[in-house]
């Protein structure tokens, strides 16, 4: 079954630390896609990227950084330079091409607080 | 601007009183969903739609209804709200791009049920 774990409920930092939020999956499809999601504290949710389980290539964006490792069935973010902004609660989820329509299965979400 | 909008944002209601969530997009896009926000749950899809006049069960579609007229609209009906159905919804369209989709959420409407 599929499955996202994210372990860490809560992250506290301080403002200009480097945080990686941990993120494993589960599934047993061999074509699978990963998506990282924001909600800040005004409750949306952002998109932030979208992997396919094809390309392991780490993806670099300004101050955040994915990498995704197939062998730990992980797909970790790191945010560098943490800033007051960043606090929000980040979703990981995963879907899998099935009967035409691709559902999105998330984590539980981690917290991050980060304090000036 | 492309969006997904939500009605209402914020709703108190009571035990058994019928409801609506409104979802609307402009963006054309075939899929829609519906999920619910809870505490230590992350997202829950209740249900989804592929096209109009096509919809099916997600994961937790007990308590509630959905309907799909108009490829824009993507309306969820509470029927007999319960206190269990107190969460964050969320309202998500999508377009298929080769095997996959990119779903764009909504605001979210906060429901309470007493």
């Known amino acids: 079954a599929q499955k996202v774990t994210q372990a860490q409920t809560e992250i506290s930092v301080v403002e200009k630390e480097d945080v990686t939020l941990d993120c494993v999956y589960e599934?047993?499809?061999?074509?699978?896609?990963l998506f990282w999601y924001k909600q800040p504290p005004s409750g949306e949710l952002v998109f932030l990227i979208r992997?396919?389980?094809?390309?392991?290539q780490n993806e670099i964006s300004g101050r955040y950084s994915w990498n995704f490792q197939k062998s730990t069935s992980s797909f970790n973010f790191t945010i560098t330079a943490s800033q007051v902004v960043d606090s929000a609660v980040y979703f990981c989820?995963?879907?899998?091409?099935?009967?035409?329509?691709?559902?999105?299965?998330f984590g539980a979400g981690t917290r991050l607080a980060v304090h000036p | 601007e492309a969006q997904v909008t939500q009605n209402p944002r914020y709703l108190i209601t009571v035990t058994g009183k019928k409801l609506t969530v409104t979802c609307s997009q402009n963006?054309?896009?075939?899929?829609m969903s519906w999920y619910r926000q809870d505490p230590g749950l992350g997202l829950r899809q209740i249900y989804y739609?592929?096209?109009?006049?096509?919809?099916d069960k997600g994961d937790v579609p007990e308590g509630y209804k959905v309907s799909r007229k108009e490829k824009r609209n993507f309306p969820l009906i509470l029927e007999s709200p319960s206190p269990n159905q107190t969460s964050l919804y969320f309202c998500?369209?999508?377009?298929?791009?080769?095997?996959?989709?990119?779903?764009?959420f909504g605001p979210g409407t906060r429901l309470t049920v007493l």
């Open positions: 998500a369209s999508s377009l298929r791009e080769g095997l996959t989709d990119t779903q764009y």
């Open positions: 599934t047993r499809d061999t074509t699978y896609y």
């Open positions: 992997r396919n389980s094809f390309d392991e």
């Open positions: 989820a995963l879907s899998e091409p099935s009967g035409g329509y691709n559902k999105l299965i």
């Open positions: 963006m054309n896009h075939e899929y």
């Open positions: 739609s592929m096209n109009v006049e096509v919809t």
